[in-house]
């Protein structure tokens, strides 16, 4: 019935996979739609820390069904590493509850191997990409040469792979990269073939019929509004459309097939990036350490994928109203919250600064801004510790004065807040 469509609406890391998993509860189908296992979405049960790169964060829900959609770029050897690793956690893995699209796009090692030639041929201009082929994967989705899951159940799937590994040999040579041996890697994928045929199926068709019969669809977005590769900080972003609107094209869902549709846009409720790129409310020193966290805790920021620290700064409300408008948010979910305990004033980037004038919409939207100084608003800080708050009335004054900030200078209603990564940890409004 209810199509909802959850992204993140800065630099990735938002939180989503927690949050999926909280409205998975509700929901039949969990559903990815973009990027492939440059993703890292943890989410906490009990003593448990699940990080998954492709399988949908739902999954952790045992009436959920699991999608991997036609706008995935998907490795077959992390996905079925993934998947031996939920079913030796007791989460039942079977083609009952997992469908990969026909028509997502294979990662191999030839992918692997030109991301990482690439990037070192970038120098100190790369993206800091997360090396897992994403980039290469999606070029050839592209120029039309990328071999898809379909093609796995073609007798002569072998004979493509070599002519792909032939062909990234050709681009690795040009890089001074060595060249791969096609041979292991077409062995490989016959196995990874052979375990997968009975995943794949026409997820689409699948997706669009579910909400035609009243259930309830997750879409979970991978990456963040910022990473877009249309709209984000380009060249400093990931290759897929991360944004709410690619949920549709990335399941092969037309715009009407949900009768209703809820946008839920996950905001960390401070700023983190990992990788290069432009990030005006970056901060340093002491207070960087302090919102980063020194690594001793899982939540504390470190890449979910890579383990490189993440680059930490204040809430930019600019770039947060610019998301707002670019996926239809219907709605702002924060998490960390908790993280923000101890400190005052919190800071909140309002507007830029450029020369003698001062903006609350960019020009052209997050190009260019390296230009732009931000304009800061200090809110009062609180001290409680929120871990154990689960009413929102319950939260410091100050807590809900800061939410209530980010609802004015968006315009859109905040309905959930998670004050630390358990399940449970979350604060509805009602
Ligand atoms: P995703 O990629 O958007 O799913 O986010 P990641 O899993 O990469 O990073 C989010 C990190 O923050 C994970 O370690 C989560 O367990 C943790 N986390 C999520 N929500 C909260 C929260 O409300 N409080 C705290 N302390 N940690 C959280
Ligand atoms: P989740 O889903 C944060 C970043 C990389 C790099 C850029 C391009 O966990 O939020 P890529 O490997 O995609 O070509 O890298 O995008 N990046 C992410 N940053 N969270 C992610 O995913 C990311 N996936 C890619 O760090 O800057
Ligand atoms: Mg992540």
Redesign the pocket.
């Known amino acids: 019935m209810t199509l909802q469509v959850i992204v993140?609406a800065q630099w990735?890391?938002?939180?989503?996979?927690?949050?999926?998993d909280w409205f998975a509860a509700q929901a039949r189908y969990a559903a990815r739609f973009n990027g492939g296992d440059n993703?890292?979405?943890?989410?906490?049960v009990g003593q448990r820390?699940f990080?998954l790169h492709l399988i949908p964060?739902g999954i952790l829900q045992p009436h959920i069904v699991g999608i991997l959609g036609n706008g995935m770029v998907v490795n077959p050897q992390t996905l079925v590493e993934e998947m031996d690793m939920l079913a030796g956690n007791g989460i039942p893995i079977s083609p009952a509850r997992l469908h990969l699209s026909y028509a997502a796009q294979l990662i191999t090692p030839a992918h692997n191997a030109l991301d990482r030639a690439l990037e070192s041929g970038r120098g100190k201009d790369n993206i800091g990409t997360t090396g897992r082929g994403i980039g290469p994967a999606y070029t050839d989705k592209a120029a039309r040469s990328g071999l898809r899951a379909v093609d796995m159940l073609a007798p002569d799937f072998c004979e493509h792979l070599g002519d792909h590994v032939a062909e990234t040999n050709r681009t690795l040579g040009l890089h001074g990269a060595p060249h791969l041996d096609p041979a292991p890697i077409c062995n490989q994928f016959r196995l990874l073939a052979e375990h997968l045929k009975p995943y794949i199926t026409d997820t689409a068709a699948e997706l669009d019929a579910a909400l035609r019969a009243g259930q309830n669809v997750l879409a979970e977005g991978?990456q963040?509004t910022l990473l877009d590769i249309d709209h984000g900080t380009y060249p400093f972003v990931t290759s897929s459309n991360t944004t709410a609107p690619g949920a549709l094209t990335g399941l092969g869902l037309g715009l009407t097939a949900a009768r209703e549709a809820r946008v839920s846009g996950?905001v960390?409720a401070f700023q983190t990036r990992v990788g290069s790129g432009p990030f005006p409310t970056e901060v340093s020193g002491e207070l960087a350490d302090r919102l980063r966290g020194s690594g001793k805790?899982?939540?504390?920021?470190f890449?979910?994928?890579t383990g490189r620290p993440r680059r930490v700064g204040w809430l930019d409300g600019v770039l947060l109203r610019y998301a707002t408008r670019l996926n239809g948010l219907t709605e702002l979910v924060i998490?960390?919250?908790?993280?923000l305990t101890g400190l005052d004033p919190l800071r909140v980037c309002v507007a830029y600064k450029t020369g003698q004038e001062t903006l609350t919409d960019l020009p052209f939207g997050p190009a260019d801004l390296h230009l732009y100084e931000p304009v800061y608003e200090d809110l009062p800080g609180w001290t409680e510790d929120l871990g154990t708050i689960r009413d929102w009335e319950d939260l410091p004054a100050a807590a809900r004065g800061y939410l209530e900030r980010l609802e004015h200078l968006t315009g859109v209603p905040v309905t959930l807040?998670?004050?630390?990564?358990e399940r449970e940890?979350v604060v509805e409004k009602r």
């Open positions: 993140g990735g890391d938002e939180g989503k996979g927690r949050i999926v993703a890292g979405h943890t989410v906490t820390v990080k964060s991978a963040g996950v960390k805790n899982p939540w504390d920021e890449g979910t994928t998490t960390k919250l908790d993280i807040a998670s004050v630390g990564p940890q």
